[in-house]
């Protein structure tokens, strides 16, 4: 296991299974009604079965190549939520090192408790309790646009992977590749959004339940119809068509995330690049894969 470079505050025992070790979560560039909703959300959803798991985990690293990694490479996993982006590498790394400033660090802890090269770390994105230059491995999957410096963050986050190591993000799009009527039907979600996130974290969660059911679900169905008898293509490019093939745990999970989240912002794939160039990366690769936009560079 690798040395902090400062003391932790606490270490807490998970069920005498994993050790929880406490950093400062509060900082500057943190919304602490974000990270409170997430550590809701995630204590809701804390189970993924390893099919749910391995299916969406090839998706977004779909433009990682594992050889390019040493058998002894290290991984930190930002904004690890349950952790199922960490047991998704757990096979491919010797040590990964799951750090989040919730308190789904404690869904964590009961996900990933076979996993003993998961270690697992409650702290902020400001205060990344490792020397710069420490991994050979870096991702942010979800979580650096709910951050509200997000461009800040991500330079916080480049810092600690050594020269030559990899980063991997994934923020959410600005429907950059969309057409019209697809952002307009977004642009009117977003009301939605807007009031459904201030609502009492239970109540926020039956309305978000009650959208999958009754939004998500018959439009996957609509989707799935027209990929099948009409055009497969024109089914792909339908709302919420990335969810054909996805689990009904999944489903309900990413609708609370998308309504029920407070702080969220989206980013071109240009302004991500560039964002991406400015924290020194180069050699950066885009997946042209849902979900957009995820994307890996190199650190110079």
């Not at 690798?2 to 070790?21: A, C, G, P, V």
């Not at 990270?35 to 993924?48: A, D, P, R, T, V």
Request: aromatic share 14%; charged share 25%.
């Amino acid at each position: 296991m690798l040395n902090f470079n400062t003391s932790e505050d606490q270490i807490i025992e998970y069920k005498s299974q994993k050790k929880i070790y406490i950093f400062n979560t509060n900082d500057e560039n943190s919304d602490k009604i974000t990270i409170e909703s997430f550590g809701e959300e995630w204590s809701k959803f804390s189970s993924f079965n390893s099919d749910e798991i391995t299916n969406i985990g090839n998706e977004y690293f779909d433009i990682v190549d594992f050889k390019d990694f040493d058998s002894d490479a290290k991984v930190l996993d930002l904004g690890c939520g349950t952790g199922r982006w960490s047991i998704y590498l757990a096979s491919k790394f010797n040590e990964v090192y799951s750090l989040d400033p919730s308190d789904a660090i404690f869904s964590a802890a009961e996900l990933t408790s076979e996993f003993k090269n998961i270690y697992l770390i409650k702290a902020s994105s400001e205060n990344i309790p490792f020397d710069d230059n420490t991994f050979d491995f870096a991702i942010s999957l979800g979580v650096l646009h709910h951050i509200p410096d997000t461009e800040q963050a991500l330079n916080t986050l480049v810092r600690k992977i050594k020269k030559g190591g990899k980063c991997l993000i994934y923020l959410y799009y600005s429907l950059d590749n969309r057409g019209f009527m697809y952002k307009l039907v977004f642009k009117f979600s977003n009301i939605f959004r807007f009031v459904i996130s201030k609502l009492p974290a239970r109540v926020k969660s039956i309305v978000c339940d009650i959208i999958a059911f009754t939004v998500y679900i018959p439009l996957i169905g609509i989707s799935k119809s027209t990929s099948m008898f009409i055009s497969k293509n024109l089914g792909s490019k339908l709302p919420l068509s990335y969810y054909s093939d996805k689990s009904l745990n999944v489903i309900r999970n990413d609708s609370l995330d998308r309504f029920g989240t407070p702080l969220e912002q989206r980013f071109s794939k240009l302004k991500i690049k560039e964002m991406m160039e400015k924290s020194g990366l180069y050699n950066i690769t885009f997946s042209e894969n849902k979900p957009y936009w995820h994307a890996i560079g190199q650190k110079k």
